[in-house]
């Protein structure tokens, strides 16, 4: 079964209007996960690392106040794209890794469309 | 920068076998790693390199040779389900953050 949980799947908002998604490590504790996204017949692009407990770290080039990222516990992260607009729809996606070996772990995606 | 080149598109028949080449260029490296992602879905692991050579799980086996900065994916006895996006990724850094190739999308044809 899943180890890593994302919530919700598939989501449509309005342009300007906040969206938030969930990460959740079900089976282990995560102090890091991370954020992707990925837009149609693309690669994953990495967005942030979430750390818990802390600040999220930015990859270059991405807004930091527009996807806000809270990390208030071991098994969940979330991500708010705020006053989402059209060209932010995209295929969000987060990661953490855990239990032995180098396994990481994806939820499920979720999908965004922003009309 | 950071760069991870693979094939963009391979088509093959049932049976037949595949290899998917990933050659990287980064700044540091713990490890390549191997997703699987169908249309719509999110990507599932498959493998991981961090030490020269070969490993084999199932149908799916890859390599690494890190003088080369090069690995493969090689999928055997090609399969219907077997038609995907598949992603290379290094592993950068301690923290399993990742960055991934281009992806190559594997047809497989009756």
């Keep these: 079964g899943a180890v890593v949980s994302q919530h919700p799947s598939w ?36 967005m942030a690392t979430s750390n818990e407990g802390s600040k999220a770290t930015y990859e270059q080039g991405v807004e930091k106040d527009k996807f806000l990222i809270n990390h208030a516990s071991l098994t969940l992260s979330t991500l708010t794209v705020t006053s989402a607009h059209p060209e932010d729809s995209s295929f969000y996606i987060c990661s953490a890794g855990g239990g032995s070996g180098n396994t990481i772990y994806f939820g499920e995606g979720s999908w965004l469309t922003v009309v | 920068g ?26 540091g490296f713990y490890g390549l790693s ?27 086996s890859s390599f690494l040779s890190r003088s080369d900065s090069y690995g493969y994916l090689l999928l055997q006895e090609l399969q219907m389900k077997d038609s995907a996006s598949y992603f290379c990724a290094v592993t950068r850094a301690a923290g399993n953050k990742l960055t991934f190739g281009g992806g190559t999308r594997v047809l497989v044809k009756p």
């Excluded at chain 1, 209007?17 to 954020?35: G, H, N, P, Y």
């Excluded at chain 2, 950071?2 to 700044?27: D, H, K, M, R």
Aim: a negative charge; charged letters at 15%; proline letters at 3%.
């Design chain 1, 11 to 46: 989501v449509i908002c309005k342009s300007g209007t906040s969206v938030k998604i969930e990460c959740r490590s079900l089976d282990f504790q995560a102090t890091t996960m991370f954020w992707y996204r990925q837009f149609p017949k693309q690669s994953l692009m990495l």
């Design chain 2, 2 to 27: 950071q760069s991870l080149e693979q094939p963009s598109e391979v088509t093959a028949v049932e049976g037949a076998i595949v290899q998917i080449n990933c050659t990287y260029q980064t700044s």
């Design chain 2, 34 to 60: 191997w997703y699987q992602q169908h249309d719509g879905g999110a990507p599932t692991f498959l493998s991981y390199n961090a030490l020269d050579g070969l490993e084999e799980t199932g149908r799916f």
